[in-house]
């Protein structure tokens, strides 16, 4: 037991290695790029204000959604997709693989689940005895499920998923433009400090030349590293925005959900416009802000279902109440089509008609006919 704790310790601590090589790696460019490069390098006083205005801007918010990234805590699905006592324990003792299905089925029933494993069984989480709400899946390295988990980043040392997708899209793109800025800003004093002089004495220095200083060595690592970052991320950043355009997850671009009529990579798009909105909010004001503004729960998704079996057809065809499990929550019992889900239209919430209004629009309907027919 106890080398199994010293070693569950040690992952721990071996997991910040990443980030600490990446916090020390900011620390040294922050100071290179103030103190040797604006301070005892540049002598405009005016380049050197810009500089740094632009600069601390865009580090500010680098470091900001980063951070945000980092200690955000994964969100995990809640208590109702928790087995009661009763059903876990008859799960743990039935033995026969179809009937603990049939136990799901019976839990999952009022649930907002829609997809399924590719065998067509409920969602299940042994590890953390719970039913998968959709796009849910367990992190092995968090040991916890993930709401949407897109990936585990060792970078930031966190799962990347419903609660912090929206900072960490963020932080790659504030990642670029820092990169961008730095590396585009020294670049012409790298090509002046190695083109022009290589004497070692001020004094000796043609006008409009530098001398041979240390600054030199910080300007040349200050490019090479902002320019290693800047290609590598920019990859991965248009990866990214490619996948929320597509309103998939990482993992769901190499496995297609599977609902109740297949497979379906694009069972989740609303289009491109409300894809974007549903990771970064209503409000666009807030969109290049590291603060929480993703619509949803992250438990219940919209889905646009292209090819609908027959059954489905008769289901959206009527009416059914919606299943509520919470005050202001409410989820339908089945998938919805595109014209009953409440993402898809500009509205917050569908209203879904009663048996009352029901009556009322049949019996108009043959008042009309009737009338038509004297």
């Known amino acids: 037991m106890a080398p199994s704790h010293v070693l569950k310790c040690c992952q721990k601590v071996l997991a910040w290695v990443p980030v600490a090589f990446i916090a020390l790696v900011v620390a040294w460019s922050y100071y290179a790029y103030v103190v040797e490069l604006c301070v005892f390098t540049i002598s405009s006083t005016a380049e050197k204000a810009v500089y740094l205005v632009i600069f601390h801007l865009s580090f500010f918010m680098f470091v900001w ?47 907002p689940i829609y997809t399924t494993t590719a065998s067509r069984a409920i969602r299940y989480c042994d590890r953390c005895q719970l039913i998968k ?29 419903f609660s912090n997708y929206k ?108 894809n974007l909105r549903e990771v970064f909010g209503d409000e666009k004001k807030y969109w290049l802000i590291p603060i929480f503004t993703s619509l949803g729960d992250g438990c219940n998704f919209p889905t646009r279902l292209v090819i609908m079996d027959p059954e489905q057809l008769a289901v ?31 509205d917050s919430q569908w209203v879904e008609s009663g048996p009352e209004e029901e009556n009322v629009k049949s019996g108009a309907k043959k008042h009309i006919i009737v009338s038509l027919e004297s």
């Open 65 to 111: 959604s980063y951070w945000k990234t980092i200690f955000t805590s994964p969100a995990s699905p809640s208590k109702e997709f928790c087995l009661s006592k009763a059903d876990k324990e008859q799960y743990e003792k039935e033995e026969r693989p179809e009937y603990q299905q049939e136990i799901l089925r019976r839990a999952a029933k009022d649930l």
């Open 133 to 161: 709400p959709d796009r849910c899946h367990h992190c092995s390295a968090c040991d916890i499920c993930v709401l949407k988990m897109d990936h585990h980043c060792p970078w930031v040392n966190n799962c990347v998923g």
């Open 167 to 274: 900072f960490f899209l963020l932080f790659l793109m504030y990642s670029l433009l820092y990169c961008l800025f730095v590396a585009a800003t020294v670049l012409q004093y790298f090509i002046k400090f190695w083109t022009l002089c290589h004497r070692k004495a001020a004094e000796n220095c043609p006008k409009n030349e530098f001398p041979y200083t240390r600054a030199k060595f910080h300007v040349l690592f200050l490019l090479f590293v902002a320019a290693m970052f800047f290609i590598s991320i920019l990859s991965l950043f248009s990866y990214h925005c490619w996948l929320v355009g597509k309103n998939r997850s990482t993992i769901e671009t190499f496995r297609a959900p599977t609902f109740r009529n297949g497979p379906d990579k694009n069972g989740f798009s609303l289009g491109c416009s409300k």
């Open 316 to 346: 959206s065809s009527q009416n059914e109440p919606a299943k509520s499990s919470g005050p202001n929550q409410s989820f339908p019992t089945r998938p919805l089509s595109e014209s009953q889900n409440q993402l898809l239209t500009s």
